[in-house]
């Protein structure tokens, strides 16, 4: 690879409209110059332009529109955060193209094209704060740089692969979520591939430095570019990769102990992992300093104040009509909620629900947090308590958790405290992705 290519990244899809405002001159096939304010929406399998008095510019089945150097796209509007328990909406702007595409005959894609290393550093100040350590942001650089581009590397294997990304029987229901493959673009911009919210969290010049200062540098094992993954707080430990995904092993995607020196490893019994999520370890991501998060974490973050240790307590009737809406299936009473097979991180990728209409085993790790949540549960590490009537009939659901997300590869809260005891980027990664070398490829 003699240079960097460029992606495009979905930043909204199935849109009945898209809004948003040109700054500085943007044209397009047969358009003059055009700024200010615009709207689009789908008109029986063409996108129609709008201006800001609503008189139609253009209508075609897709719109490039490409601005003058400094010129700059916002959209309005924006979903962030989709289906998570941070959901909101907001404005957000871009540099390079913006491309609207009609989807069928009534909805539409908003894409930007932009290089590499511009989308990596907007990434970065996106999934974390663009004032963290340097250090930091140097190993999410390179993390995410070789994230982007195995999956484009590997999109057509992953396509074979999605379609035994399920399997439901009688009596159960695993379903896990690779990479998702989309049909019209390279990446999303939201959490189910890499934050990508654009120039309106880079207020500071450290991540445009940070992806400077490693261009082109990926991290690779055995000749390959590296299936690198990340979540926000592992808990304590890593995970493996077959806890949230396909049944195989990565030597890199294995389980670590996230401190200076290792932790023995969980027990297999029950007990032992609620011994260990009742623990207060002295690991890196175990870190209560509001001062330091607030320099780590970007804001939707810091509204989550328990990432490391985390309580949920439902009501029984509460959990019945969550699990009725997010499964599809009517349990009646609920009895019990038993842990089937837990990973080396403590994260449930089996559980078992009873009840008094049904009984059913879901996995993996993130259709439990999907089921036990409206939104998500924080991760899929947790202890099961009922509080119950003398009549044993269930009346309180208490889970008691560790850690935010998949908890597999790097963890980035631990990975930004390493960064302030002084670690280098290199010294990070090799921390969570064991054997890996870093090569600058292009």
């Not at 911009?189 to 990926?218: I, W």
């Not at 090799?430 to 054997?435: E, N």
Request: with cysteine; glycine share 8%; proline share 3%.
């Amino acid at each position: 690879m003699k240079d960097q290519r460029k992606i495009t990244v979905g930043i909204l899809d199935r849109q009945f409209e898209v809004t948003g405002c040109l700054e500085g001159n943007f044209r397009g096939e047969g358009l003059a110059a055009f700024s200010g304010r615009f709207s689009a929406r789908a008109t029986t399998g063409r996108v129609a332009l709008f201006d800001e008095a609503q008189r139609e510019v253009a209508r075609s089945p897709s719109i490039r529109l490409s601005g003058q150097e400094g010129s700059a796209f916002s959209l309005f509007n924006v979903t962030v955060g989709n289906r998570f328990h941070w959901e909101r909406k907001e404005d957000q702007t871009f540099g390079g193209d913006l491309i609207l595409l009609c989807r069928g005959e009534d909805t539409i894609a908003a894409i930007n094209e932009i290089p590499v290393e511009d989308y990596l550093t907007s990434v970065i100040s996106s999934e974390m704060s663009a004032d963290a350590p340097i250090e930091f942001l140097k190993a999410h650089a390179i993390l995410s740089r070789s994230w982007l581009l195995a999956a484009l590397e590997g999109k057509e294997k992953r396509r074979e692969f999605r379609s035994s990304a399920a399997k439901t029987t009688e009596g159960e229901v695993i379903r896990w979520y690779d990479r998702e493959d989309h049909d019209l673009f390279d990446v999303c911009a939201d959490d189910h591939c890499q934050r990508y919210h654009g120039m309106t969290r880079n207020a500071s010049r450290q991540p445009e430095e940070a992806v400077l200062k490693t261009f082109g540098r990926v991290m690779t094992f055995q000749g390959g570019i590296c299936d690198a993954r990340y979540s926000k707080c592992c808990g304590g430990f890593t995970e493996d990769f077959a806890t949230a995904w396909d049944e195989k092993q990565i030597p890199y995607l294995q389980t670590i102990s996230d401190a200076p020196e290792p932790y023995p490893p969980i027990g297999t019994h029950e007990d032992d992992a609620g011994d260990w999520i009742y623990s207060n370890p002295e690991v890196y991501c175990n870190t209560q300093n509001e001062e330091l998060l607030r320099t780590i974490l970007p804001e939707v973050d810091r509204e989550t104040k328990d990432s490391f240790r985390w309580i949920v307590e439902y009501r029984r009737e509460e959990l019945e009509e969550i699990l009725r809406q997010k499964s599809g299936f009517d349990f009646g009473t609920l009895r019990r909620i038993i842990p089937l097979h837990r990973g080396p991180s403590g994260r449930i990728s089996r559980l078992l629900i009873v009840g008094s209409k049904k009984n059913i085993a879901v996995g993996k790790e993130l259709e439990i947090r999907r089921w036990l949540s409206p939104t998500h549960l924080k991760s899929s590490a947790f202890i099961v308590r009922m509080k119950s009537h003398p009549n044993g009939e269930v009346q309180r659901v208490i889970l008691y958790g560790a850690g935010w997300g998949h908890g597999v590869g790097l963890c980035q809260i631990g990975a930004a405290v390493m960064a302030t005891r002084g670690f280098s980027a290199e010294e990070i990664l090799r921390h969570y992705f064991r054997g890996v070398e870093i090569r600058k490829i292009y």
